[in-house]
């Protein structure tokens, strides 16, 4: 029951509008985040439990080795962690900062085409984000990211850990 309480208290329509309106999506990178505009990277879903955001093999992202760079890997694992956390604070009040704090990752199959990320824990970002709030201390979450092929192979993982406080 708490799950279904917390999804209606953090349900963003708006937010989920803008970042998968592919227009608007892309001129917010090239404004905010040029190397991820460049990467081409897009978000295919966001909603308040989960994401899903892509990144393709192209010249721009490879690396000498003929796959994805990790870079670019690593900074679509982060967006698919950090639209959800961007989606619970969008025009919130209290206004409340995020930033990262460590990211980890481990790589299991060379990425050689559209690799896409899935981060399923928005609901216990939005717990983090709250008890933040409520306490007016800094809180941080480390959070989970998989990354797969088009063929539905595990390419990579990452833990992203988020830092939140009251502003």
């Not at 208290?9 to 460049?38: D, G, V």
């Not at 796959?67 to 679509?76: D, G, H, N, V, W």
């Not at 961007?86 to 704090?101: E, H, N």
């Amino acid at each position: 029951m708490e799950s279904t309480a917390l999804e209606g208290q953090f349900t963003n329509q708006a937010f989920y509008s803008l970042a998968t309106n592919p227009f608007k999506f892309r001129l917010y990178l090239l404004q905010n985040l040029p190397a991820a505009y460049f990467s081409g990277i897009s978000i295919k879903e966001v909603n308040g439990e989960r994401s899903v955001v892509k990144v393709p093999f192209k010249w721009f992202t490879r690396n000498p080795f003929r796959s994805t760079y990790f870079a670019c890997l690593s900074m679509a694992a982060e967006m698919s962690t950090g639209i959800l956390a961007m989606a619970a604070l969008y025009r919130k009040t209290p206004k409340v900062s995020m930033l990262i704090v460590s990211i980890e990752g481990k790589f299991y199959k060379k990425a050689t085409g559209i690799t896409s990320f899935v981060c399923v824990e928005g609901l216990e970002i939005h717990k983090t984000i709250k008890s933040a709030i409520d306490s007016g201390e800094a809180k941080s979450i480390k959070v989970f990211a998989s990354g797969e092929n088009e063929y539905g192979e595990l390419v990579a993982e990452f833990w992203c850990e988020w830092s939140f406080k009251r502003k």
